[in-house]
C-alpha cells in the first residue's frame, strides 16, 4: 500500500475517532439522565402505591363505623326506649336526624319546687342513667339541658326561670360528672320557660314542662 493511502487512512481514522467521542458522551449523559428520572418516577409510584393503600384501610374503617351507626340507628327506629339501653321505665326519644338519644326526666323526682339541689331519692334514676352512658355510650357528648314552665318565680330566690333551669341542669351535670363521665363531653345548659312540650295552660302541661333533658349524641 503505498505511503500516501496509509497517511489518509490513518487520518480518516483519527477523525472518525473524534466525531464519535462526543457522541459517546451524550448518550451517556442522556442515559444517566434517564435512569435518574426512572428512579423519581418509581419513587413517586411507590408514595402513590403506598397512600392509595393507606385510603383503602381508611375508606375501610370508615365504612364500618357508618355500618356500625346505621345499625344503631335501624335499632332505635325499631325500639327507642328498649333499644336505647335506657328502658321502657323512661322517657326515651330518638332524633334520627340528628343522630340523638334525649332521656327526659320530670323535674318532679328531681328537685323540690325552686330548688337545684337533687332529691335524695333520685340517685337511683341517676345511677340507671350513668350505667347506660358508660357502658353503651362511652365516650358520647351528653347534653344536659334544663326547662321550666312559664310561671314567674316568686318564692326562690332565683332570678327568673332561666337562671332556675341553667342552675338545675348545671346540678344534674355535674352529678354526672362526679360519678365518671369526662367533663369534656358534659354540656350543660338551661332552656327556661322558651321550649315548652305541652300547654302551660295547665298544671299537667306545666308539669311536663318542667323537666331535664340528658341528650346523647350518638354519632360524636
Known amino acids: 500500500m503505498r505511503p500516501n493511502t496509509i497517511k489518509s487512512l490513518v487520518i480518516l481514522t483519527c477523525l472518525a475517532s473524534l466525531l464519535l467521542l462526543p457522541g459517546c458522551t451524550n448518550w451517556k449523559k442522556k442515559y444517566q439522565a434517564l435512569s435518574v ?80 339541689t337533687l332529691k335524695k331519692s333520685v340517685s337511683p334514676e341517676l345511677d340507671h342513667i350513668l350505667s347506660v352512658l358508660k357502658s353503651k355510650y362511652s365516650g358520647k357528648q351528653v347534653d344536659v339541658v334544663g326547662h321550666t314552665d312559664t310561671d314567674p318565680i316568686r318564692k326562690s330566690n332565683w332570678d327568673d326561670n332561666w337562671e332556675l333551669s341553667a342552675q338545675r341542669a348545671l346540678t344534674v351535670a355535674r352529678y354526672l360528672m362526679d360519678h365518671g363521665i369526662a367533663d369534656d363531653k358534659i354540656k350543660a345548659s338551661g332552656r327556661g320557660p322558651a321550649q315548652p312540650i305541652a300547654s302551660n295552660a295547665t298544671s299537667a302541661g306545666k308539669a311536663k314542662n318542667r323537666r331535664v333533658e340528658i341528650v346523647v349524641h350518638i354519632r360524636s
Do not use: C, W
Open 37 to 116: 428520572e426512572h428512579e423519581n418516577l418509581k419513587g413517586q409510584l411507590d408514595r402513590e402505591t403506598a397512600l392509595k393503600s393507606q385510603l383503602a384501610d381508611q375508606i375501610s374503617k370508615d365504612q364500618q363505623m357508618i355500618d356500625e351507626l346505621n345499625k344503631q340507628i335501624d335499632e332505635l327506629n325499631r325500639t327507642p326506649a328498649d333499644a336505647s339501653g335506657f328502658g321502657s321505665d323512661y322517657d326515651v326519644s330518638f332524633d334520627a336526624a340528628a343522630g340523638t338519644v334525649t332521656v327526659t326526666l320530670p323535674n318532679a323526682i328531681l328537685f323540690d319546687s325552686g330548688k337545684a
